[in-house]
């Protein structure tokens, strides 16, 4: 089992439309979160991290943590054919610097 | 101001050249990391460094050196490469490593293609 499992996609959204990343891990230590989107041919670019239970919204955007069913997900309101990218989950179990990625879950807005 | 930066941004080498990859960051951040990513792969981590340290080496081969000369500054030394080393190479800092809640900032990436 991979320590975090993405859905690849594409996940196709309409323009507009609220889009829903979904990210589960195997670690019960994990503890903290991150969101990274990536542009084709580009470095990853970082939107969201949360730590605690629950919802944080920045902008568009929503990250929510559940610890018990060990899923963390990516809510973008709005979408736009900028949004367009693969979105990067990553976590992080203990206090050093690795970073644990899933595969990315490719996202295409159309107009 | 959240920018890491790297240089060159393209790289073609032989198997036989000695190359290297820079990166910078003026954040004042203690954390440096090396990851490589292949074509539609998240990244791999490769190095890390803490206050200078080389603190996490993920088994890369030898023909990837790094260094840290400063806090600011981390390199990567490329030597005797193979075909399959082509890839994205990243820079990443973040303000420490110790702490589950470090935030890493990647720069724009070198790709390199070795032939």
């Known amino acids: 089992q991979k320590e975090v499992e993405q859905n690849s996609g594409p996940l196709s959204v309409p323009e507009g439309a609220i889009a829903s990343l979904n990210c589960t891990y195997s670690d019960r230590g994990s503890q903290s979160f991150f969101w990274y989107r990536q542009y084709s041919g580009k470095s990853p670019e970082l939107i969201m991290f949360i730590y605690s239970n629950g919802d944080k919204e920045d902008g568009r955007f929503t990250a929510q943590l559940n610890k018990a069913s060990q899923y963390v997900s990516l809510l973008i309101r709005d979408s736009q054919p900028s949004d367009s990218a693969t979105y990067l989950c990553?976590?992080?179990?203990?206090?050093?610097?690795?970073?644990?990625f899933g595969a990315g879950t490719q996202v295409v807005v159309t107009p | 101001d959240t920018e890491v930066t790297q240089t060159p941004k393209h790289l073609v080498m032989g198997m036989t050249n000695k190359k290297s990859l820079k990166c910078e960051q003026h954040?004042?951040?203690?954390?440096m990391y090396w990851y490589k990513q292949k074509a539609k792969k998240p990244p791999e981590l490769m190095f890390v460094?803490?206050?200078?340290?080389?603190?996490i080496n993920e088994s890369v081969p030898s023909r990837f050196s790094p260094e840290c000369p400063n806090s600011s500054l981390l390199n990567l030394h490329l030597h005797a490469l193979q075909p399959e080393d082509s890839a994205l190479y990243l820079c990443?800092?973040?303000?420490?490593?110790?702490?589950?809640?470090?935030?890493?900032?990647f720069g724009p990436g070198t790709r390199l293609l070795v032939l």
């Open positions: 990443a800092s973040s303000p420490a490593v110790a702490g589950a809640r470090e935030t890493q900032y």
């Open positions: 954040m004042g951040h203690r954390a």
């Open positions: 460094y803490s206050y200078e340290k080389l603190s």
């Open positions: 990553a976590l992080k179990t203990d206090s050093w610097g690795k970073l644990q």
